[in-house]
């Protein structure tokens, strides 16, 4: 009940967020039943950073950006579970958040923040380094992609599906297109750990998930992630 008052309030509230998909039930759950701020985490194929309300502005910016774009933390809504039913209200709690999905490429994520301010290293995260221009930046934990795969765009020949990894797996993919089937559509292994399928599809919007050894896995390369009754699935339209 909790996590359900609190969706829409989080979804108006992070709706304008560039990150990982923060619509999903995992997410909105994982947030409201946080009872502190701490340093940052890895959620799904982003990063989550948190930190006390007590500060009135919270700020940060990225390495890899030149410093020179600033995105703001948002304060994180719950009700008031001290009130009955009735008198149940939505309030800000003590904890503001921002999330980010890693750019495809970068091997180290580093970052100051701007507390009320002052340009200052993340007091909650211990990671830290001092640059050549004695600046101290803090670093962040990396989201892990163990396998790659990759999504070809509409062409002549129909929609590719290719995967890359370990040999000798089984690959499949299924979706909107096939009612879900996990073992209509099975990619062959055209070279050891790189399997492909092409597939004729109409014009339309396609929802998509692989199965690799019989186990979900996401097209970390199509993002962002959607959800469809809570669970991570890819779009893909075909034009």
């Not at 008031?80 to 890693?102: A, H, M």
């Not at 996990?182 to 292994?189: A, G, H, Q, V």
């Not at 004729?200 to 929802?207: D, E, F, H, S």
């Not at 993002?223 to 034009?239: A, H």
Request: no cysteine; charged share 20%; hydrophobic share 40%.
């Amino acid at each position: 009940m909790k996590a359900f008052i609190s969706t829409v309030f989080l979804v108006f509230i992070i709706g304008t967020i560039g990150a990982l998909n923060t619509e999903s039930y995992q997410f909105i759950n994982h947030l409201v039943n946080l009872t502190s701020a701490g340093a940052p985490e890895v959620f799904e194929d982003g990063v989550l950073w948190t930190t006390p309300a007590l500060y009135k502005r919270v700020g940060i910016a990225f390495a890899h950006e030149g410093f020179a774009k600033v995105y703001w933390f948002k304060k994180l809504i719950t009700p008031d579970d001290s009130l009955n039913p009735q008198e149940r209200e939505i309030k800000g709690s003590g904890i503001l958040f921002f999330t980010y999905t890693v750019p495809k490429g970068l091997t180290s994520l580093e970052y100051r923040l701007i507390i009320d301010g002052l340009w200052t290293s993340d007091p909650s995260n211990p990671n830290k380094r001092v640059t050549e221009a004695g600046i101290i930046v803090s670093i962040a934990p990396l989201p892990t992609i163990k396998d790659e795969l990759v999504t070809m765009q509409e062409s002549s020949n129909g929609i590719a599906f290719s995967y890359k990894g370990q040999a000798g797996q089984s690959v499949y993919v299924a979706g909107s297109f096939n009612n879900w089937d996990p073992f209509m559509y099975e990619l062959k292994e055209n070279s050891p750990g790189s399997y492909g399928l092409t597939l004729y599809l109409p014009k339309g919007v396609y929802y998509y998930i692989f199965f690799v050894q019989g186990k979900r896995v996401i097209d970390y390369n199509n993002l962002p992630q959607l959800y469809r009754d809570g669970l991570s699935v890819n779009q893909l339209e075909v034009k």
